[in-house]
């Protein structure tokens, strides 16, 4: 069984920093782009940033310059380091990772269970 495990977030003051980590686990022949994405309260969730298997990385223009996406293919895992965090980042942040189970099998997407990330001012 695959799962995804985020954790990081926490309460900081604007300005601040924190550097959230997401590990999968279980039997996965290999994953391919992960991501992380965040919903605010009583809105969509929406993409952060993502990273290919190769390093390829995308982000929203709200976070450019400030948040990094990286990765550990040997231990299955996306990081996201962000910086310079305001009030407006406050979210409850997912990982997401497309996985393929066996080599002939598409890729599926799976979920963290969300870490929360405050940002007070």
């Known amino acids: 069984q695959v799962q995804l495990v985020d954790a990081g977030g926490s309460l900081v003051q604007a300005g601040g920093f924190l550097r959230l980590s997401c590990a999968a686990s279980?039997?996965?022949?290999?994953?391919?782009?992960m991501s992380w994405y965040l919903q605010a309260l009583g809105k969509q969730r929406e993409l952060v940033a993502s990273i290919t298997s190769i390093g390829s990385t995308k982000y929203a223009d709200s976070v450019k310059g400030r948040f990094t996406i990286s990765r550990d293919n040997g231990k299955m895992s996306v990081y996201l380091q962000m910086n310079s965090l305001e009030p407006e980042d406050s979210a409850v942040y997912y990982c997401n990772a497309a996985i393929k189970l066996r080599y002939w099998s598409v890729d599926v997407g799976y979920w963290g269970q969300g870490t929360q990330v405050t940002v007070s001012s």
């Open positions: 279980g039997s996965i022949f290999t994953i391919n782009d």
